[in-house]
Structures are given as structure tokens and as C-alpha cells.
């Protein structure tokens, strides 16, 4: 009899685990990411491409092809003084290249040229 009542209280309790853990895995599959950072006390994850996509500031970056070396880098420009025209060495082979940034007049990016000061 013994016996019989350890065996049911094991089976009850393992039942009892095993809605636990259901319940807890249904409340985590239905947290959003913000959630779950505050809970552990997480910073939260920013993807570049979606920020820059969503909040286009003042500066963007452009990725620029060398005239020289044939190699691709990132720059930075600025679109707050409109269309300009500047010289910056290429990152990868250090040889002048200057760069032409046409600018909208809602202050986007229109285009970035690059060529060889020679």
C-alpha cells in the first residue's frame, strides 16, 4: 500500500512539473523581445540596417568603390550643408579620391561619385 501511495504521489507530482513547465513555455513563445530583455536585464538588440532605415539622420554612411585599388570601404557624409565635393584617401591603399555628394532638397542622399585625382 505503501508502495502504491509513493508511485501515485510521484506520477501526480511529475504531472504537476510537467503543466508547470507547459505553462512557463506558453507565457515565454508568447513574450516580445522587449520583454524578455527587461527580464533578464538585457540591453536591447539594434540592427543597424533598421535604424539607419528608419531614422536617416544628418549623416549616413555610403559604401564607396576605390578608383584605384578596386577595394569597397564606408564613409560617412554629412547631408546637412547640401551637395558638395571632397577629397578623403581610400582606407585600403591610402591614394586621394574625391568624392562628389549630391544631396535632395528634402536632404537625402541622391548619389556619391568617386574618382581618381590623376
Do not use: W
Not at 501526480?12 to 513563445?29: C, I, K, P, S, W
Not at 568603390?65 to 585600403?92: A, K, R
Amino acid at each position: 500500500m505503501v508502495a502504491l501511495m509513493k508511485r501515485r504521489s510521484a506520477k501526480q507530482r511529475d504531472a504537476g512539473v510537467q503543466r508547470l513547465v507547459e505553462q512557463l513555455t506558453d507565457q515565454v513563445n508568447n513574450m516580445d523581445d522587449k520583454a524578455i530583455d527587461a527580464m533578464y536585464g538585457l540591453e536591447p538588440v539594434y540592427e543597424p540596417e533598421s535604424i539607419a532605415a528608419e531614422h536617416a539622420g544628418p549623416t549616413q554612411f555610403v559604401s564607396i568603390s576605390c578608383p584605384y585599388c578596386g577595394e569597397s570601404y564606408e564613409t560617412q557624409v554629412d547631408l546637412t550643408g547640401g551637395s558638395f565635393t571632397y577629397i578623403e584617401d581610400c582606407q585600403v591603399c591610402c591614394q586621394p579620391i574625391e568624392l562628389s555628394v549630391v544631396v535632395g532638397a528634402a536632404d537625402e542622399l541622391v548619389s556619391v561619385t568617386a574618382l581618381r585625382m590623376d
